[in-house]
Structure formats: structure tokens, C-alpha cells
């Protein structure tokens, strides 16, 4: 039987009455730009002027979508979550540090997440960003195919360094690593470097994954291209797939510049290429393993449709669906609910550190179309029905 979406018992279970008021609260004011955008703002002059403001970020957005300031209370959120069957992606959510130091000491943060995902059952994975460990200017510059410095390659080899000492802690663990994908002027760099590690780590299983943005109009084939790549050297390849966060941005540059946008023509055919890009994958479960990052309902109907017609079991070890926490609980839970392996990225760490993620996640619920709307008609679907 396929999974149906609109079960909100199943849904939001784990969630107590006065969080699905916060839910609500937090979605309908996401639904209004215009509060959003003053919101966002105001957040950054308060945290700029160190006004104290945590407290009230801490109990809103940040408990909607983080799992907490550490990685111990990230471990409570995960073990609620297991109980229904939903796996976690930790996920160490600080972002726009830049500086050696920074870089260096961000490896045993990670390490540390990798060997506590190992010791728990439902923590199958986490999650890296290589501008967590590498200078922005230096990947936009090895991008661009620009003569490096012999600083600049010493600098890269320490890039490769501490993702490599992760990537061999994670496959030593048994824990799996998704590379994100980020900008498109920094991303040539984060292919290359994740490929190698593929190369290195993937032999036998799947432990690194990397990461195909289906906004983009040439990732459909770089995945066929990647996958190509991983049969002629021998390994298998991790494919996640997801639409892509930084559309706005993209297009943006792209209009400053003067070049032509990275950017698919409209969101249909990012979803066209999204969905053959996911049964082009379940194809070929021999080479790869597949992780399948969206909020869209049709997407996941489509690939569980596939799998179903094509006797590829729900619990598929090379198969992954995954949402973001505090979004599209009903995708995720519903899954679970039908023996879907899922998991949901879980980011953790200082309030202030995690803002950038959070303002994304508050953007996002803005610009999606419907998404706002849809969360909103399933929290006030739950609420009806325990008589709220
Ligand atoms: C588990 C998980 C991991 C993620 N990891 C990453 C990551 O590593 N890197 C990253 O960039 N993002 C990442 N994202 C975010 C993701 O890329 C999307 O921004 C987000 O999930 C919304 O897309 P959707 O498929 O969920 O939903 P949908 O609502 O179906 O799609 C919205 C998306 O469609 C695309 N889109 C919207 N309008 C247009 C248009 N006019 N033309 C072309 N395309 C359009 C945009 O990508 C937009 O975000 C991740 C998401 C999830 C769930």
C-alpha cells in the first residue's frame, strides 16, 4: 500500500499540544513576507548590537527547527523521534565561521557527532559542509580554474586533510556522510573533493554521499556523468538528490554578472529533472545508493510508486527519504509509519551560530509556494482533530 500524506495522527504524534500551537504560530507568521523580511531583519540588528534576544529565538524558530545547542540535547530530539521509526542526520548547523582555527577545531566537533551517531540506532548519518572547513575565497577561486599560490595549495591540502580524517572516521564508525551542495561558483571544488573521497570510502558501501541540485539545468547529467565516473574506477556512488536552496542568490549573481543563469527556466522543469533524476537512481540501485531530500509529496508518491511496481522493498538498505526537521512532518512520519527508511536533518549548535540556517528555513517557508500553506492546513487538520 502506498503511504498517504494527510494522516496527521501519524504525522505529529511525538508533538505535544502546546508545540503544535507554536508550530502554528510560527507558520502562519511565516506565511506574511513582509513579516518575515522585518523579522530577519530585526534579528540581525539585535544580534549585531548583542541585544539579549536568544531566549526569544531560543523558544520560537529555533526550537521548531533545531534540534538544540548541543549535540547531547540534538541526542534527546533524536531518541523522541526514533521512537516512531524517523531516523536523524546530525547535523553541526554553524555556519560562516571562516579561519584556520575555526576550520581545525570544527573537525573533532564532527568526529565526535560521527562516533555518537555509531553508538545509536537511529542516527544513520551526518552532514557536512566543506565551507565549514575551507575559506570561501579559496574554493570560488579553485573553481574559476585559477592558478593556486603555494600557500594557497598548501591550504587546500589541508581542506582535503580534515574532510578525509571525517570521511575515514565516519566509514571506521560506520556512520555516513552527506556532503551538501552550496553556491555554484564554489561547487566544482566540493564535487572533486567529495569524488575523491568516494573513490576512497565507497568500495564495498556507500558511506559518502554527495550532492545533486535539480534547480540546476546541468545536474541531470553530471549525476549520469558522476555515476559513470564511479563505474570506471570502481566505486559506488551516494546520490543525494535535492531541488536546491539558493535559487534567488543564483539568479542574482548571475543577472549582476552578466552570465547565464546555472538555473533551471522554471520550477517545473526543476521538478521534471528532480523526479527522472530519482528513477534514473532507482534504476540502478546495483552502482549507487540513493538519498531522496525534498518536501514535495509528489516526488516521494512517485519514487515509493516506482519502488512499489518495481518490487523494490520500503526498506531498501540503498534507499533513503529525508526532510528537514520541524517541516513536512507528514511526509516523514508517514513514511516511517510504512517502513520507509527516513531520516530528518537535525542541526545543533549556538543559537547565533545557527541563524543563517534558520533564516533560510524562514525565507524558504516564505518563498515556497504552498509550502507555508500546506504545513499550516495540517497543523490546524491535527488540532481539530484532538479538539484543540
Ligand atoms: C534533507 C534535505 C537536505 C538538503 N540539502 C541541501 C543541500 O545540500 N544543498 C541545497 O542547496 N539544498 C539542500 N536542501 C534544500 C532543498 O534544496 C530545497 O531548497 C528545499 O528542500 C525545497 O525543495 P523541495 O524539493 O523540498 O520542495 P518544492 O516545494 O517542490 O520545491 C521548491 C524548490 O524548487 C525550486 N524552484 C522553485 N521555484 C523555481 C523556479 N521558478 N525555477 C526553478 N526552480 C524553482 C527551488 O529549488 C525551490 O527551493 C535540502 C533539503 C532537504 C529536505
Keep these: 500500500m502506498l503511504p498517504q500524506f494527510d494522516n496527521t495522527e501519524v504525522a505529529f504524534k511525538y508533538r505535544s499540544n502546546k508545540e503544535l500551537k507554536r508550530a502554528r504560530f510560527l507558520f502562519a507568521s511565516m506565511g506574511s513576507p513582509a513579516l518575515t523580511k522585518i523579522g530577519m531583519a530585526l534579528t540581525k540588528v539585535a544580534i549585531d548590537w548583542h541585544l539579549p534576544v536568544k531566549g526569544i529565538i531560543r523558544s520560537t524558530i529555533f526550537e521548531q527547527f533545531c534540534g538544540g545547542e548541543t549535540m547531547e540535547e540534538a541526542a534527546g530530539t533524536a531518541a523522541l523521534i526514533g521512537q516512531y521509526g524517523v531516523g536523524v542526520i546530525l547535523d553541526y548547523g554553524v555556519e560562516g ?32 559542509k566543506v565551507t565549514g572547513f575551507a575559506r570561501f575565497a579559496l574554493l570560488e577561486k579553485i573553481h574559476s580554474k585559477a592558478a593556486l599560490s603555494p600557500d594557497e595549495h598548501a591550504e587546500w591540502q589541508r581542506v582535503y586533510n580534515r574532510i578525509n580524517e571525517i570521511c575515514a572516521a565516519a566509514k571506521h564508525a560506520g556512520t555516513m556522510v552527506l556532503i551538501d551542495a552550496e553556491e555554484s561558483w564554489i561547487q566544482q571544488p566540493v564535487d572533486d573533493l567529495t569524488d575523491a573521497m568516494m573513490e576512497l570510502y565507497n568500495t564495498d558501501k556507500v558511506f559518502i554521499f554527495n550532492t545533486f541540485q535539480m534547480y540546476r539545468h546541468d545536474r541531470l547529467a553530471y549525476l549520469k556523468k558522476s555515476l559513470d565516473l564511479a563505474i570506471s574506477k570502481g566505486y559506488l556512488l551516494g546520490a543525494k538528490l535535492v531541488r ?3 535559487m534567488e542568490k543564483e539568479r542574482n549573481r548571475a543577472a549582476e554578472k552578466g552570465y547565464e543563469s546555472p538555473i533551471q527556466p522554471d520550477k517545473a522543469s526543476s521538478d521534471r529533472d528532480y523526479d527522472a533524476a530519482v528513477r534514473y537512481c532507482l534504476e540502478r540501485l546495483d552502482n549507487l545508493a540513493l538519498f531522496i531530500g525534498t518536501h514535495n509529496e509528489k516526488s516521494c508518491l512517485e519514487a515509493a ?25 507528514n511526509i516523514s512520519f508517514n513514511l516511517a509509519h510504512h517502513k520507509y527508511h527516513v531520516a530528518k536533518y537535525l542541526p545543533y549548535g549556538p543559537v547565533q551560530d545557527v541563524l543563517p540556517y534558520l533564516m533560510r528555513r524562514a525565507q524558504e517557508n516564505t518563498s515556497v509556494a504552498g509550502q507555508t500553506g500546506r504545513e499550516l492546513s495540517l497543523i490546524n487538520q491535527e488540532m481539530q482533530r484532538r479538539r484543540l
Design 97 to 128: 565561521k571562516e579561519g584556520e582555527a575555526e576550520f581545525d577545531k570544527a573537525v573533532p566537533e564532527f568526529i565526535k557527532a560521527i562516533n555518537y551517531a555509531a553508538s545509536q540506532k537511529n542516527i544513520p548519518f551526518i552532514s557536512v
Design 244 to 246: 536546491g536552496a539558493y
Design 305 to 329: 510508486r516506482y519502488m512499489q511496481e518495481h518490487n523494490i522493498l520500503a526498506d531498501h538498505p540503498r534507499v533513503y527519504f529525508s526532510q528537514l526537521f520541524g517541516m513536512s512532518d
